[in-house]
Structure formats: C-alpha cells, structure tokens
C-alpha cells in the first residue's frame, strides 16, 4: 500500500505527519510527534538561523526519529513606504481605541526566506526532511540541500503547482486542500478563486505525479484519514487537531477561540501578512474584508499587524489577532501529541 511505502521512504512508523504551525510551536511538539512514529516539523520561518539550529539540537537531543523542518521560500518583496503609509492611516483609529501608536522604527519583516545562510547553520545536521511552502528554492539551494540527502516535499494548492513542483525537483508534494488553516502554499498564482477542497484536489494529483502525495486539509479523524488515503495519498499532514495538545504554544486566546462556536467560521484572508491564510473570522478580517486589496506586500504586512495584535491582547481582545485554523476542529483535544499521534495511527 502506498502509505507502507512512503512510511518506509520516510522512515516512519505511521503516515501521519504533524503540520509545521509557526508561531503556535517549538520543537517540543515536533519531539512528540516524532516519538511517537509519525513525522513532527518544526516551523522555520519566522525564527532567526542562531534559534533554528537550538531547537535542531533540542530535537536531536530528544530523539534519533526523522523530523522535518519547514521554511518559506518566498521572494521578499521591496518595502514600499507610502502602502505602510495608506494602511497606517486604515488602521490608526484602531490603534487610538487601545491608546497606543504604532513604532514606525519597526521595518524588518517577520518570515524570511530559505537562504545559504540558513543551509550554513543546519548543514551539519543533514535533516531528513525539508519542507517548503510558496514553491521551491533556488536550483542551486535545492542542490545543495539534497547533496545532504535530505528529502524535499514542498505545497500544491492546484495540479498546475503539483506538477511544476515534480517537474523543479520536488521529491514529494503536500496536497493542500482549501480547508487547511495558516497560509495557503499558493505560488503559481494569487487568484484565491483557484483553490479547492482536499478531495477534489488530491485525485487529480495523485493521477498526474510519479512523486509521493500527502494530503492535508480537513483531515482530523479515522474518516477523513482513511478517505485521503483512499484516494491515493501516501500519508496525511494533520495540523489544526494538534493546537489544543499539551506541548502545543497556542496562547490563551486562540485555545479559547478553536473551543467556542467562533471556530465554526473560518475565512481565507490578507488581511495578517499579505498572503492569504485561513484563521478563525474575528473583528479585523470583518471590518477590513477578508481579502483587501490595500495591504501591503507580504511579509512586511506583519509589522503593523503584529502591533496592533499586541495592543488588543493587553486588553483581552482576539479581534485583531491571526487565530490560524483549518475548517475542522473536531479533531482538537487536550492531550499530549504524543497520545493524539498514536490515536491517529491506530485508525489507519
């Protein structure tokens, strides 16, 4: 069976693998997962090269289990000062609301790019899987890479992407239905009208790529694992169900959020970083329209975001954070990942 096979290729006790969730996660959650026979990630992106190679030690430390570690590879647009300027102005008197201003000092972007600088501080550990999201690196980032043996998987929102992702050196694709959460691996196209569900997706991949296909969106529990399986993927990416476990980062206001009736409306929006991501709706995406055409480029987006996220916080509000979650939540529990990865083993 394929799942048996991609096992094997990974070197994997079961096919689930943990989605790497930044900003929710460190490499406590990926050990778990890890341990306990599926693939755990760590999420890349937003940390720095010093942080990224402590938390590979941690997961070395911890366990001789493959792990992957997921990066973004994006291309960083310029900073346009006059869009900060415009979306500073639609957002002030949010800002006034909560009697702070914003730190216009504030100009790095928060999710940087896979760069041989980062493939300097992890060469030493040859991971055994990387991950990538928005497409794939640099031809000669992505040779070097795999000169360690690490094996590349990398996210398809459409067949178009799937197969330019097996035609570019792909080694395997991440199926990503509309229903995930976090942001959409969306790269061939910023039409959000071209994504589809899992189950519609997936066949249509599985049908037209020699490479390994893992299904992600939705899934969450013994039907949808077995029917992603069914359907010719080789293993399954689960993310939203882990955001309750106990080595989960989920602040207090996003628990709370995934265990009201707010978690039954989810959106796609731009509204956090520029790209679009699906997030549990709250004040901000409403106000503003989920997708708004006057945000700037991601990921500078961020910066004024993440300060007004901080200000409303303070004050008790999730209005104005990004409450990342695929359209399922009926898989979340408040048990340790190692518990939830074996329950999912068990259905397969």
């Known amino acids: 069976m394929k799942e048996s096979r991609i096992c094997e290729w990974l070197g994997i006790d079961s096919p689930i693998i ?23 990630s760590l999420p890349c992106a937003m940390l720095s090269v010093d942080d990224i190679a402590h938390q590979v030690s941690l997961i070395k430390a911890a ?52 760069s041989h600088d980062i493939a300097d501080a992890i060469e030493a550990f040859a991971p055994p899987v990387i991950s990538f999201h928005f497409g794939l690196p640099d031809p000669d980032l992505l040779a070097r890479i795999k000169r360690w043996g690490t094996k590349v998987l990398s996210s398809a929102t459409t067949l178009e992407e799937a197969i330019w992702l097996e035609e570019n050196g792909a080694d395997g694709v991440i199926a990503q239905g509309v229903e995930a959460g976090g942001h959409r691996g969306m790269f061939l196209s910023n039409d959000v009208s071209t994504q589809v569900g899992l189950f519609s997706l ?45 080595e989960a980062k989920t602040s207090a206001l996003h628990r709370a959020a995934l265990k009201s009736q707010k978690a039954h409306h989810t959106a796609l929006t731009n509204v956090f970083t520029g790209r679009p991501a699906r997030g549990i709706a709250n004040r901000v995406m409403k106000d503003l329209g989920y997708m708004n ?32 979650s695929g359209q399922n939540v009926s898989g979340c529990k408040e048990i340790s990942a190692f518990e939830l990865t074996k329950q999912f083993a068990d259905v397969c």
């Not at 490499?27 to 026979?37: F, Q, R, T």
């Not at 992957?68 to 609301?97: P, S, V």
Request: glycine share 8%; charged share 20%; hydrophobic share 40%.
């Open 18 to 40: 943990q989605a790497p969730m930044a900003g929710v996660q460190d490499s406590a959650l990926a050990i778990a997962v890890s341990k306990a026979g599926g693939l755990g």
């Open 63 to 114: 366990t001789a289990k493959p792990y992957n570690l997921n990066f973004f590879c994006h291309k960083t647009a310029e900073y346009d000062e006059q869009k900060h300027q415009q979306w500073r102005a639609l957002l002030k008197h949010y800002f006034d609301e909560f009697s702070g201003q914003y730190d216009e000092s504030v100009k790095a972007a928060s999710r940087m790019p896979f």
């Open 202 to 246: 997936l066949p249509q991949i599985v049908n037209r790529v020699a490479i390994p296909v893992v299904a992600a969106g939705g899934v969450c529990d013994a039907r949808s694992i077995n029917g992603a399986l069914a359907l010719g993927a080789g293993a399954v990416q689960i993310g939203t169900s882990y955001l309750l476990c106990d």
């Open 293 to 324: 055409d006057n945000v700037p480029e991601f990921p500078h987006a961020s910066m004024e975001m993440a300060q007004l996220k901080a200000l409303a916080e303070k004050h008790g509000s999730d209005g104005f954070s990004s409450l990342w």
